[in-house]
């Protein structure tokens, strides 16, 4: 995967610029190799004010500026442009990081923001190493890499219901102002199991977020960060809170009137402030790319609440996300590209893959149109065929990936993994094809063991969707007889109505006779009249013809299934 952006430096006054700095690319350690130089790798997001403040101080260093263009092979490396990077030499694209590599790609030191005297005491040191004690170094070397490999390699386990014990304990006990993960976890076990102390924490941790500075009261929207008064607000985050707003909305009246005020001002900001001509969003203010994973999640909650909230223009807004990754960042067989800067660029990582596959299942439910669903399974067949490993579980990066450094050593993003199980299994559902669950059980099986040690953010979507899987999960299937995009009496309120139940999850489908005659043949659906049947524990129910018959039927049927 390569950048196609030029480098970006501070806006205010530095010298970072007069530093010869290199892309990425294998012919760069092939020159630290010829000269015997050692690599510095600065990385770091855009949008983060250390960025900004390390041109200004550190690369505006008069001794560094000589010191970096004539003894090192410097490279600089945008981490949300390479979140591949970002994973192996960064700290997960938070922070600002600096590290010292051998020609080869191999970590000697690193260092946070490092003010002037410190990088330059590190590059001295790590020159000194190298120069006269490579030896004892590479063997140091060698046993860090011994060490990393063993840790990154995930624990399988059994899939059991225990796991969302698990997963809500660590969530319930985990330090520091909780993210929208560990809300969605709480709101899942809220529905899953009736639990109301779940559902008193994720209306708590939103209230917090939303008073303790994370919300930007005047314009709008969810900041990314607290550290250092950071107040950037991206547009990825935007949509998973908007989709965890959803669900909450959709609980009753009284909690759609307690959220509403935050969902208006943060899509307002969305459509004000990030919204692109081509129908893309930007992945922040100050920075015009769209990325294809921002795009896609932002596109998902602007659907969700546009159908919670009664939105016809949220909702156009939000499928024209999703059309914009179909027509302007699809590369067929080959999933979705990483940003779009006037053409499409970088493909290769399972983060965009998975959020584009999620969004094209998202506007399949909502609009009924049968070429969405085609798109995600395409996403599903690359992700089974280019990036799952022996083991099971996911890589962060496809086969083709250009493996300098330390992409030469797959990653497994647990999150990311679970969600790509998610996609997986909601296709199942859509579908009835038995090889979805199956690679379900296969990725989940290779990452659940361990759930307790991993980060909350990464347990709770782990065991929301092993419970997911390990549950009875009901699905709607509308029969409508006027085809998708024309009023059709019966089916439009059903379908509205299905797609709004406040269950733990589910799935929608709405199916024509004439237009996905294919389907409901797999689907086994009883397609004589329009109306809707749920699917549950294998069976189908009677013909439902009214709204208000759908959820009384599918809690009968969940309490005794066949």
């Given at each position: 995967m390569t950048s196609m952006s030029t480098f970006r430096f501070s806006s205010r006054p530095n010298r970072a610029a007069e530093i010869p700095w290199r892309e990425w690319d294998a012919d760069h350690f092939q020159l630290a190799a010829a000269t015997d130089r050692l690599v510095l790798l600065s990385i770091a997001p855009a949008w983060h004010p250390g960025s900004d403040l390390l041109d200004e101080g550190s690369y505006s260093d008069p001794r560094l500026i000589e010191a970096l263009s004539t003894s090192v092979v410097p490279i600089r490396v945008d981490a949300e442009e390479r979140p591949d990077l970002a994973a192996r030499y960064g700290r997960a694209g938070e922070v600002v990081?600096?590290?010292?590599?051998?020609?080869?790609?191999?970590?000697?030191?690193?260092?946070?923001?490092?003010?002037?005297?410190?990088?330059?005491?590190?590059?001295?040191?790590?020159?000194?190493?190298?120069?006269?004690?490579?030896?004892?170094?590479?063997?140091?070397?060698?046993?860090?890499?011994?060490?990393?490999?063993?840790?990154?390699?995930?624990?399988?386990?059994?899939?059991?219901?225990?796991?969302?014990?698990?997963?809500?304990?660590?969530?319930?006990?985990?330090?520091?102002?909780?993210e929208v993960e560990r809300v969605r976890l709480w709101l899942y076990a809220h529905r899953r199991r009736a639990d109301l102390a779940s559902e008193r924490r994720a209306r708590a941790a939103i209230q917090r977020r939303v008073d303790g500075g994370g919300y930007d009261e005047l314009g709008g929207g969810f900041h990314h960060c607290f550290d250092r008064g950071c107040t950037v607000r991206l547009a990825e985050d935007q949509g998973r809170w908007l989709l965890a707003l959803a669900r909450i909305a959709a609980e009753d009246s009284e909690a759609h009137e307690w959220v509403s005020r935050v969902v208006e001002g943060t899509v307002r900001f969305v459509l004000d402030e990030?919204?692109?001509?081509?129908?893309?969003?930007?992945?922040?203010?100050?920075?015009?790319?769209?990325?294809?994973?921002?795009?896609?999640?932002?596109?998902?909650?602007?659907?969700?609440?546009?159908?919670?909230?009664?939105?016809?223009?949220?909702?156009?807004?939000?499928?024209?996300?999703?059309?914009?990754?179909?027509?302007?960042?699809?590369?067929?067989?080959?999933?979705?590209?990483?940003?779009?800067?006037?053409?499409?660029?970088?493909?290769?990582?399972?983060?965009?893959?998975?959020?584009?596959?999620?969004?094209?299942?998202?506007?399949?439910?909502?609009?009924?149109?049968?070429?969405?669903?085609?798109?995600?399974?395409?996403?599903?067949?690359?992700?089974?065929?280019?990036?799952?490993?022996?083991?099971?579980?996911?890589?962060?990066?496809?086969?083709?990936?250009?493996?300098?450094?330390?992409?030469?050593?797959?990653?497994?993003?647990?999150?990311?993994?679970?969600k790509a199980a998610e996609l997986l299994l909601r296709l199942g559902h859509l579908t009835h094809d038995d090889?979805?669950?199956?690679?379900?059980?296969?990725?989940?099986?290779?990452?659940?063991?361990?759930?307790?040690?991993?980060?909350?953010?990464?347990?709770?979507?782990?065991?929301?969707?092993?419970?997911?899987?390990?549950?009875?999960?009901?699905?709607?299937?509308?029969?409508?007889?006027?085809?998708?995009?024309?009023?059709?009496?019966?089916?439009?309120?059903?379908?509205?109505?299905?797609?709004?139940?406040?269950?733990?999850?589910?799935?929608?489908?709405?199916?024509?006779?004439?237009?996905?005659?294919?389907?409901?043949?797999?689907?086994?659906v009883p397609a004589a009249n329009a109306g809707a049947v749920c699917f549950v524990a294998g069976e189908y129910g009677p013909l439902l013809r009214y709204p208000d018959e759908l959820l009384p039927a599918i809690e009968r049927a969940i309490a005794s299934p066949v």
């Open positions: 990081v600096v590290s010292l590599l051998t020609p080869d790609g191999e970590p000697i030191a690193q260092l946070v923001e490092p003010a002037p005297d410190d990088l330059l005491a590190a590059v001295e040191r790590a020159q000194a190493r190298w120069r006269d004690d490579r030896v004892t170094l590479e063997a140091e070397i060698d046993l860090e890499r011994a060490e990393r490999l063993a840790s990154a390699r995930p624990l399988r386990t059994d899939l059991t219901p225990a796991l969302l014990d698990v997963a809500l304990e660590v969530a319930d006990e985990a330090p520091g102002p909780a990030l919204l692109d001509a081509t129908g893309g969003f930007h992945h922040s203010v100050d920075d015009e790319r769209i990325f294809a994973a921002s795009t896609a999640t932002a596109s998902r909650g602007l659907l969700a609440c546009g159908v919670v909230f009664d939105r016809s223009d949220w909702r156009s807004r939000g499928r024209n996300g999703v059309d914009f990754l179909v027509q302007r960042m699809r590369a067929g067989e080959a999933g979705v590209y990483h940003a779009w800067d006037g053409v499409p660029w970088g493909l290769g990582i399972l983060e965009d893959q998975v959020h584009a596959g999620l969004a094209f299942a998202d506007a399949y439910e909502f609009t009924g149109e049968v070429d969405y669903l085609r798109h995600a399974q395409t996403i599903a067949r690359l992700l089974l065929r280019q990036y799952q490993l022996a083991e099971g579980a996911l890589a962060d990066t496809d086969a083709a990936d250009d493996g300098a450094g330390l992409l030469a050593e797959p990653m497994i993003p647990f999150r990311a993994n679970a090889r979805y669950p199956a690679a379900v059980y296969a990725i989940l099986g290779a990452i659940a063991g361990g759930l307790a040690t991993l980060d909350v953010e990464d347990a709770s979507v782990v065991a929301r969707v092993t419970d997911r899987l390990l549950s009875i999960e009901p699905e709607v299937k509308v029969i409508a007889f006027a085809p998708p995009g024309e009023v059709d009496g019966v089916a439009d309120p059903l379908h509205a109505e299905a797609l709004r139940l406040a269950l733990a999850a589910h799935t929608v489908q709405r199916l024509h006779p004439e237009y996905d005659s294919d389907l409901i043949a797999q689907l086994g």
